[in-house]
């Protein structure tokens, strides 16, 4: 029987997380981690669907679901993954979705674009999820550096090269669909405020944008301290997020910021190649896991 094994990378945001749900745009890199799927087809009543290292099997029975409704395929299949995301909100809703469609149209040989298979794994996510940008899919398809735009769901390359980044896991996992909803709730609350700090998180992923383009870090590191201010406005910070981006500035990072919905999960700092040492010394005294990746080069599926 025939089988076939998609794999996708998984990603971290480097800048615009939370305004990007509302329309703005955000940059974000894939990481060389990979999320596969395996699929055979299954002569049973039912698919069986094994999946060890995803915490939340909804998505990929969401994202079978939508293909079979999609593709009107009544037959069933049999699906298995392997996970090198582990659970560091990597973005392995995305990439496990992303993964099991790919991996569907394959087996049973239908020609997918990217932009429908895009439309596919965003239409499951949300449905699961309730809100979401896309960004995450996005750059599980397209691999590399990228600039998102939340409101036409458009991609722009910005780079396929490692990024200088150092990314800690903070030792707890974050709650995305609870933080989305908590800036949900103070955006109703304070629309103008919320929105103002929208508007300026844009402006820093725009210049975030030219600063990767010419690889400027001290730029890029000056630009995500000031994106996390406004997300500490925005009241998704911890202070052990807190705590491990005071101490990669101290050892001398260009800057720093959390990376994804907060509440937990990674921080990320942008660092010389000349600071590094000081720098993974300072975040493992202070209780942050090094994420042993590289981000930026994740290739397209
Ligand atoms: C989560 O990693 C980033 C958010 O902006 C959600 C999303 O864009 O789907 C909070």
Redesign the pocket.
Known sequence: MQRVTVSTPGKL?LLG??A??YGYP?IVAAVDKYLSVSVTELDAEEDKIVTPGVADQSFVKEAIHIFKEKFSLKKNISLTTKSELNNF?L?SSAAVVVATIKALTNLFQIDLPNKELFDLAYKSVLRIQGK?????IAASIYGGTIYFDGKTKKTELLSKKELPLIVAFTGRKGN?RA??KKVYELRKKKPELIDKIFCRITQLVKSGKEAIKEKNWGELGQVMDENQVLLTKLQVTTPAIDKLIIATRKAGAYGAKLS??GGGDCIIAVVSAMRQRQVKKALRKNGGKILDLTVGVGGRI
């Open positions: 945001i997380e939370h990007v749900v955000c909100g973005g979401a940008s896309g960004f995450d995305t933080m989305i994804g919905a």
